[in-house]
């Protein structure tokens, strides 16, 4: 689509700083529909733009649950209006909106190669990483996740993982799949695509 070849064309146009293996960083604006999620507290995750006709974004549960002060999207107050905890997913609005992302109408594939951006460990700076679909159903804490190599940190939470073909979003970015008590890991683990629609198809029929 034009969006996700803007998308791809804008990322690739900076002057980028090597963060961890295929992950860089640049400052500036990336893309107007993915921003910093921050509360009072000085919590940073990611959000990105779904609706921005309707002000709808999409973050990780775990980046709002709990928290009572103001959410930010940038300058832009935040309200939570629907989550799903089992899914760690979670739906904000803006009065607001923001030039927003697509959603895939497909799950991807083993082997597929994937892109995601956020802003991590509340630096303020973007990252961006380049990847690849490890698997598809991965079994974590009871449920099916996707399974990536590609090199993410804390505060990437909420992030969206697009094709790197087309720039369509396939899944949320939620935890990093850790061996050690780093930062940051090459492998990712975001919730399915199917879960993904399913939830917001739902909300969306309310």
């Given at each position: 689509?034009?969006?996700?070849?803007?998308?791809?064309?804008?990322?690739?146009s900076?002057?980028?700083?090597?963060?961890?293996?295929?992950?860089?960083?640049?400052?500036?604006s990336?893309?107007p529909?993915?921003?910093?999620?921050?509360?009072?507290?000085?919590?940073?995750c990611?959000?990105f733009s779904?609706?921005e006709?309707?002000?709808?974004?999409?973050?990780?549960f775990?980046?709002?649950?709990?928290?009572?002060?103001?959410?930010?999207?940038?300058?832009?107050?935040?309200?939570?209006?629907e989550?799903?905890?089992?899914?760690?997913?979670?739906l904000?609005?803006t009065?607001?909106?923001?030039?927003?992302?697509?959603?895939?109408?497909?799950a991807?594939?083993y082997?597929?190669?994937l892109i995601?951006?956020?802003?991590?460990?509340g630096?303020?700076?973007?990252?961006?990483?380049?990847?690849?679909?490890?698997?598809?159903?991965?079994p974590?804490?009871?449920r099916?996740?996707?399974?990536?190599f590609?090199?993410?940190?804390?505060?990437?939470s909420?992030?969206?993982?697009g094709l790197q073909?087309t720039g369509?979003?396939?899944?949320?970015y939620?935890?990093?799949?850790?061996?050690?008590?780093?930062?940051?890991?090459?492998?990712?683990?975001?919730?399915s695509?199917?879960?993904?629609?399913?939830?917001l198809?739902a909300y969306?029929?309310?």
């Amino acid at each position: 689509s034009p969006m996700a070849r803007w998308f791809l064309t804008s990322l690739l146009s900076f002057s980028l700083v090597s963060v961890a293996p295929a992950a860089s960083s640049a400052h500036g604006s990336l893309h107007p529909g993915i921003q910093s999620l921050i509360d009072a507290s000085g919590g940073s995750c990611t959000t990105f733009s779904i609706n921005e006709e309707k002000g709808y974004w999409v973050t990780a549960f775990h980046c709002v649950q709990g928290v009572e002060q103001t959410l930010r999207i940038g300058a832009k107050v935040a309200d939570v209006v629907e989550t799903w905890p089992a899914d760690d997913l979670a739906l904000l609005h803006t009065a607001v909106g923001a030039l927003s992302l697509s959603l895939s109408d497909r799950a991807p594939q083993y082997g597929e190669k994937l892109i995601a951006a956020g802003l991590p460990l509340g630096q303020g700076e973007w990252v961006w990483s380049e990847g690849f679909v490890m698997g598809i159903d991965w079994p974590t804490r009871g449920r099916q996740m996707l399974m990536a190599f590609l090199p993410l940190c804390h505060g990437h939470s909420g992030s969206p993982i697009g094709l790197q073909e087309t720039g369509e979003v396939v899944s949320v970015y939620q935890q990093l799949f850790l061996l050690n008590d780093e930062a940051c890991s090459a492998i990712s683990l975001g919730v399915s695509w199917e879960r993904l629609q399913t939830d917001l198809s739902a909300y969306w029929a309310k």
